[in-house]
Nanobody, 130 residues
Framework: QVQLVESGGGLVQPGGSLRLSCAASGFTLDYYAIGWFRQAPGKEREGVSC????????YYADSVKGRFTISRDNAKNTVYLQMNSLKPEDTAVYYC???????????????????????WGQGTQVTVSS
């Protein structure tokens, strides 16, 4: 069964940290670009960060630049999102998505454009509140 499973969400105080994981099963991530997206209630989906399949190029939304770090461990078939200095406005459901690398022009395009992507996870809730 092909799926992406996110984990690591939860409740954290402002200024705190969380690390989200996106584990793939049923397929290998080696040839896929991966993105993290989030959606808060009443807001449109936002591309948070994306990473290429091969050269390690990354994209970050301005809202998270300098605070979030995306990384991938192909041996573990997992992609991570390290989130530091969390703010209440980071509260959202976070989703990971995978798309075959040859379908992606740039990781920025993957994150910014709203076209369909190959696989999506079920999402993990991140709540930043005191």
């Amino acid at each position: 069964q092909v799926q992406l499973v996110e984990s690591g969400g939860g409740l954290v105080q402002p200024g705190g940290s969380l690390r989200l994981s996106c584990a793939a099963s049923g397929f290998t991530l080696d040839y896929y670009a991966i993105g993290w997206f989030r959606q808060a209630p009443g807001k449109e989906r936002e591309g948070v960060s994306c990473i290429s399949s091969s050269d390690g190029s990354t994209y970050y939304a301005d809202s998270v630049k300098g605070r979030f770090t995306i990384s991938r461990d192909n041996a573990k078939n997992t992609v991570y999102l390290q989130m530091n200095s969390l703010k209440p406005e980071d509260t959202a459901v976070y989703y990971c998505a995978a798309e075959e690398a040859f379908r992606i022009t740039t990781v920025q395009a993957m994150c910014v454009l709203t076209g369909p992507l190959g696989y999506w996870g079920q999402g993990t809730q991140v709540t930043v509140s005191s």
